[in-house]
């Protein structure tokens, strides 16, 4: 059956989860405070359905427990991290409290974060950024099985690498600016599988290149053990952001970049996914076992600015102020209620999800029942 589950109750059953899996206490509840946030901010599919994933990916090794971020330079305002495979709910929060400290000391830092593990929603991290009173930018790149066209193309050639913006706005919430550059998640993809839903139009093609609103297209293999892929927004507007993100969140982090079919039906550690890829007859042999891929690798470029060493402090605010005072004077558009600013839909999720708890559907919270059940943990009692 579905469950409705308050807040503390989900992260503590997540923490046994981990702990069983081999992080320490510590480690547990800090990733399950994460994941439970991303349901809390109505965004799901970085939420606690990640579990399953995040134990299956320990036990074949791509995801290292209790692994801590590594500097590989320090170079005043730049420096080069290792999330050495760990956790990206850890060692994303430890590269973001390095980068924000040498922010508030020098003005700024531009830091690069490679081999991290999923980092989860990438708004956690602006709003670490922007509660420090510091502007942020992060372009990720994804490194799993690729699931995203290019535009005009016919098959996935890379992932729903994120962007994210943060900005502080004076004696008001910030504006957090957090989007895939796919149409959607793809973790959206598995939630809608899960319900039996379909997608809207223009979301997504099907293993021949065809337009399709069937989400499982891109969550199991079909008929001929292909996969389809999820469209970018924007059309090549969104496809070009996307190959930014993979540029600088993948290249120039030193993570790398997707450019291989998957071997053995696994995602090995990104350092090893450099072999080179032929042509279209690629398609099946990248699809090949595509299911059993779990492990997701991430790379992050960041750049944070603070606005009191920039000398722009007070016009800054000011400015920020009254346009987003302007924009917000807007009458709305027939059906809407008001004009909205990027990070107010999850603040009212979290306020309303806090209060009435949150809704899992009966195959995600199957799966999360069987991850437990695979490292000795039995969820629900």
């Known amino acids: 059956m579905p469950k409705t589950l308050a807040a503390p109750v989900l992260r503590a ?44 990916a320990v036990a074949e090794g791509g995801l290292v427990p209790n692994a801590a971020v590594k500097v590989n330079l320090d170079a005043g305002s730049l420096m080069a991290m290792d999330g050495q495979r760990g956790y990206g709910q850890i060692v994303g929060v430890q590269a973001m ?16 974060l490679a ?15 922007v509660a420090q009173g510091l502007v942020s ?11 995203v066209a290019a535009w005009d193309g016919g098959d996935g050639r890379f992932g729903t690498n994120p962007c994210c913006i943060g900005v502080p706005l004076a004696g ?44 499982g297209v891109v969550v199991v293999p079909q008929s001929n053990g292909l996969f389809g892929a999820l469209m970018t927004f924007g059309e090549h507007k969104g496809y070009g952001m996307a190959v930014a993100c993979e540029l600088l969140g993948g290249a120039l982090t030193g993570g790398g970049t997707w450019h291989r079919p ?24 990248a699809s090949v076992g595509a299911m059993f891929q779990r492990s997701v690798f991430n790379g992050m470029l960041t750049v944070l600015i603070d ?61 999360i029942v069987a991850a437990g059940a695979k490292v000795g943990v039995a969820v629900g009692r």
Not at 325 to 333: A, E, G, H, I, T
Request: charged content about 25%; aromatic content about 6%; overall charge negative.
């Open 307 to 367: 606005p009191a060493k920039l000398g722009t402090q007070a016009s800054f605010e000011a400015e920020a102020t009254a346009f987003v005072d302007w924009l917000k004077q807007s009458p709305p558009r027939a059906g809407a209620e008001r004009v909205q600013i990027a990070g107010e839909p999850e603040r009212r999720a979290r306020a309303a999800r806090e209060r009435e708890g949150i809704w899992l559907d009966d195959a995600t919270w199957a799966e």
């Open 13 to 56: 059953q997540v923490a046994r989860i981990l702990i069983a899996a081999g992080s320490a206490p510590a480690e547990a509840a800090q990733v399950a405070d994460n994941l439970v946030l991303a349901n809390l901010s109505g965004h799901d599919s970085h939420g606690v359905g990640m579990v399953p994933r995040y134990v299956d």
């Open 137 to 147: 930018l992060h372009f990720v790149n994804v490194l799993s099985r690729p699931v």
């Open 172 to 215: 008001a919430e910030p504006f957090v600016l957090d989007f895939a550059t796919s149409r959607v998640a793809q973790g959206k993809m598995r939630v809608a599988y899960n319900k039996g839903e379909q997608v809207p139009e223009g979301t997504l093609i099907d293993e021949h290149g065809r337009p399709t609103t069937d989400p």
């Open 115 to 129: 081999h991290a593990h999923h980092l989860g929603r990438i708004g956690h991290f602006a709003e670490l950024a």
């Open 97 to 112: 409290a390095l980068g924000i400290a040498r922010a508030r000391e020098v003005g700024s830092c531009i830091f690069t």
């Open 262 to 285: 998957a071997d053995s039906g696994r995602a090995g550690p990104p350092q090893a996914a450099a072999a080179p890829s032929g042509g279209s007859d690629t398609r099946e042999a």
